[in-house]
C-alpha cells in the first residue's frame, strides 16, 4: 500500500532557528496536506498542495511540492516558541485508494528553546 | 475554537460497559471521518462516511460500531473494548468535491480521549 514517510522525527531548535521536515511517498501523489497538531491538541489544517512543483507561503512558512509529485517539505523561518508541536504531512493518490483515505506520514515533533 | 464539536471530551470506561462518543458539524460537509490516535503517532483512519453511507472500514474490530443519523452527526458507539484501545478518538469532516481528483482538508474536532480500564 502507499506509504508517506517523514522526517526527522524530532526536531529542537532555538528560536530563531530555522526548520524543515520532508516528506516522501512510494506513489505519485494527487495532492498532500500539512497539519499542525499542538501538545494536547487536534491536528489543524495548515495548506494543501496539489500542482507539480508548487510552492506556497503563510508569513514564516514556505511549502514545496516535488515536480514528481512524490515529495513534500515544509519549512518555518526564524521559529518562534508558538511554533511548537506536531507537524504532519497527509498524501492522497486519487488513481490507488478510495476518497477520504489520506496517508499520514509519522509527523515530526518541534521543540523550540527560547 | 473547532466547527467540529466532540463529546465527551474524556471519558473513562471498564472492559465491559457500553458507550457512545457523539461528533456534529454544520459545515455542510458530506464526509465524515472517525481517526485514532496513540501518543506520539499519526492519526490512524478508522471509518470514512461519504453522503452518510458507510465508504471505508479500515478493517476495524467489530468493538467499535459507527453510526452516521444525517449529515451533520457522526457517532462511534464502543463495547467490550481492551485497554489497548485506550487513545485519542477524533472525529473530522471534509467537503466532497465533484471530480474526487484530490481529498478536501480535514476539519478535526477537540477530540475524546478515551481510557479503558
Known amino acids: 500500500g502507499q506509504q508517506v514517510m517523514q522526517i526527522p522525527q524530532y526536531q529542537h531548535v532555538q528560536e530563531g532557528e530555522d526548520f524543515t521536515t520532508y516528506c516522501n511517498s512510494s506513489t505519485t501523489l494527487s495532492n498532500i496536506q500539512w497539519y499542525k497538531q499542538r501538545p494536547g491538541g487536534h491536528p489543524v489544517f495548515l495548506i494543501q498542495l496539489v500542482k507539480s512543483g508548487e510552492v506556497k507561503k503563510q508569513k514564516r512558512l514556505t511549502f514545496q511540492f516535488g515536480e514528481a509529485k512524490k515529495n513534500s517539505s515544509l519549512h518555518i523561518t526564524a521559529t518562534q516558541t508558538t511554533d511548537v508541536g506536531t507537524y504532519f504531512c497527509?498524501?492522497?493518490?486519487?488513481?490507488?485508494?478510495?476518497?477520504?483515505?489520506?496517508?499520514f506520514g509519522q509527523g515530526t515533533i518541534l521543540t523550540v528553546h527560547p | 475554537d473547532t466547527e467540529v464539536t466532540q463529546t465527551p471530551k474524556h471519558l473513562v470506561m471498564g472492559m465491559t460497559n457500553k458507550k457512545s462518543l457523539k461528533c456534529e458539524q454544520h459545515?455542510?460537509?458530506?464526509?465524515m471521518y472517525w481517526y485514532k490516535q496513540k501518543a506520539k503517532k499519526p492519526p490512524e483512519l478508522m471509518f470514512v462516511?461519504?453522503?452518510?453511507?458507510?465508504?471505508i472500514n479500515e478493517s476495524v474490530p467489530s468493538r467499535f460500531s459507527p453510526e452516521c443519523p444525517n449529515s451533520s452527526l457522526l457517532n462511534l458507539h464502543l463495547h467490550a473494548l481492551q485497554p489497548e484501545d485506550s487513545a485519542l478518538y477524533l472525529c473530522?469532516?471534509?467537503?466532497?468535491?465533484?471530480?474526487?481528483?484530490?481529498?478536501?482538508?480535514?476539519?478535526f474536532g477537540n477530540g475524546t480521549r478515551l481510557t479503558v480500564t
Open positions: 459545515m455542510g460537509h458530506r464526509a
Open positions: 473530522a469532516s471534509s467537503q466532497i468535491l465533484g471530480q474526487l481528483s484530490y481529498n478536501s482538508p480535514l476539519h
Open positions: 462516511y461519504s453522503y452518510e453511507k458507510l465508504s
Open positions: 497527509a498524501g492522497f493518490n486519487a488513481g490507488g485508494t478510495s476518497y477520504g483515505k489520506l496517508t
